[in-house]
């Protein structure tokens, strides 16, 4: 256990060297971004240990993982993220550990997550999970609406009883116009948030950038970044 803390603590004091001297290439204070870990398919024990050397954000991806594991977990003074695809029957789990749900893709889970929000008495922030790779009127693969549907979402959110416009999310595209220039697509999501923010103002938040592209990310304007990999190592499998 041991290990795994100096373990632990080296791979954050890495990853943090790495966004201060991003934030610094890009004139940021480093205040401006958050590190979001993204703890999906290690144990409870790992988020503790994190909890311990200073994590304040954590993310999850598959409730199935994410619910135990926030149940463990919740003497700890953490925001839980959600960034995986949601179904609507598990917006009832999610909306009881999720600070923020950071992949609203869509009215009908919207819909859900308000309702959800009200009967627990929660509050819930919520991003638009944008898919830069979609059509205009498409959904990603991955998830997330096509930036021309960004609009009418985020007025529906911003209605929503319990639920907080808080911004958006993207995952660099592998495939379409976007492919291998991660800055670009960060870029074009900073551009989203701009129109975003001027019916919204509140919802500042701009979640881009993983392990492998959080410079670009921080280059481009991200407030938060999602880092698994980097802090708690290559996933035992796929998550
Ligand atoms: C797994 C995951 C991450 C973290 O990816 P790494 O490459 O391990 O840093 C970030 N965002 C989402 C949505 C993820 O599913």
Same mark, same amino acid.
């Given at each position: 256990m041991k290990d795994r803390k100096d373990e632990l603590a080296a791979n954050l004091a890495q990853v943090e060297e790495r966004i201060a001297a991003a934030c610094a290439a890009a004139g940021?204070?480093?205040?401006?971004v958050t590190l979001i870990v993204?703890?999906?398919?290690?144990p409870a024990s790992d988020v503790r240990i994190l909890s311990e050397l200073g994590v304040r954000h954590v993310a999850e991806n598959r409730d199935q993982d994410a619910a135990p594991k926030a149940a463990e977990c919740s003497d700890l003074p953490l925001a839980w993220h959600f960034v995986g695809q949601l179904q609507t029957n598990k917006v009832r789990s999610v909306v009881g550990y =999720? @600070?923020?749900?950071? %992949?609203? @893709?869509?009215s009908r889970l919207v819909t859900a997550l308000s309702k959800e929000a009200v009967r627990q008495e929660r509050e819930v922030g919520c991003l638009i999970q944008v898919?830069? @790779? =979609? #059509?205009? %009127?498409a959904r990603g693969e991955r998830g997330g609406v096509a930036p021309g549907g960004i609009e009418e979402l985020a007025g529906l959110v911003a209605k929503a009883p319990g639920l907080r416009m808080a911004g958006l999310m993207t995952v660099a595209p592998l495939? #379409?116009?976007y492919a291998g220039r991660q800055q670009a697509a960060f870029e074009r999501l900073m551009d989203l948030s701009t129109d975003l923010r001027r019916a919204?103002?509140? =919802?500042n938040m701009v979640s881009a950038g993983m392990s492998a592209d959080l410079e670009e990310a921080v280059a481009a304007g991200a407030t938060h970044v999602r880092v698994g990999t980097a802090v708690l190592g290559v996933r035992p499998r796929l998550g």
């Open positions: 940021r204070a480093r205040e401006e993204v703890t999906k398919t290690y =999720a @600070d923020l749900v950071q %992949s609203v @893709d869509r898919a830069l @790779d =979609a #059509g205009e %009127s495939t #379409g116009e919204h103002p509140a =919802a």
